[in-house]
């Protein structure tokens, strides 16, 4: 398979994950967010937590950010739809951001790599 | 597993920072090395496919979810640790930055779990396993089960330091759970390098000699 459909293929399967991913994605708490729970006393190692569990966080003395698109969306009002736009945008950032990361140390850090007298 | 800012306190964060920058100008050096034009957008669609992948949490029972890391996949596929650890730093960075999955001060952490000892541990199980059983599904799906439950206890001890869980409580837990989530993990390296191999063998060249793996 030729670079270029590989590419495009790729980015396709990528991007249906992703846009599967707003509406099949399982809501529950990830392991950590688990174990959390667990740890206080909100949720048993094997149960499941009950629906007002939250995570208790001491943010005392800790860096606090908030992020342009918390939670892989853009806030209740556009629901699902701005799942998809965040999942789509979070994709093709990762893609470009490799993509120029590469090409920016092929370009700049390996120039003369290979040739004789470099 | 993306350890958030509320998790550790600032000066633990740093010092995760300084340790990641390490693997993280290694993982540079590889990309100097070992990256062609060729290379560089299949490794592009590697980040992208594995950013997508994270976002997708299914059930693993215990009233808790998982998704794939990404370590060893990326490993195996590129035939080098340090690959991981470059492609997982820039994901973890826009998971980070731009959506709030896993911190600022912590990401240093989230780094040094996934992708250094995920992509380590991937990477090196992988190589074992293959030539221990020759068997291409076996070494993928057991290198990333351990590739995913490793880094779990690893951040178990980090969130023990950091006074967030006790430590043989959270040791339990996180194995158990990571326990649970390395088998998507493995199921899904397994069929994502089994696609890969099928669409472009000659990626894995460095990964898996000729004549390996493709039908096992």
Redesign the interface.
Known sequence: MENRTFIVIGIVIALLIGVMAVFLASSQPDGLESTALVIQGQKTLAGSAPGNAEIHESPDGKFSYTAPMPDYSLGEKLGPWGGIIAIIAGTLLAFGLVLGSSRLILTFWSRGKGKPGQ | ??????????TQ?LVYWAIALVFIGLS?RW??KD????R??????????????Q?????VS??????LVGGALAAIVLGSPFAAV??LT??L?????????G???TMGANIINMGVIGGFVGFYSFKGLMRATGNMNIACFSAAWLACFIP?LA??VE?FLAG???LR??L???G???AL?GIIEGFVTVVAIRLIMT??PDIMKLAVPAGQGVGA
Do not use: C, K, W
């Open positions: 597993m993306h350890i958030p800012d509320s998790f550790m306190p600032l964060g540079l990309a100097r990256m062609s034009e060729d560089i957008p299949i490794v592009a669609v590697l980040a992208a496919g594995i950013f997508a992948l976002s997708f949490n299914l059930p215990m009233g808790t979810s998982g998704h470059f492609i820039l994901v960075i826009v998971q980070g930055v731009i959506f709030g999955d911190g600022i001060t779990a951040a178990a969130m967030t869980f006790p409580e959270g339990i837990a996180m158990v759970y990571h989530i669409a472009r």
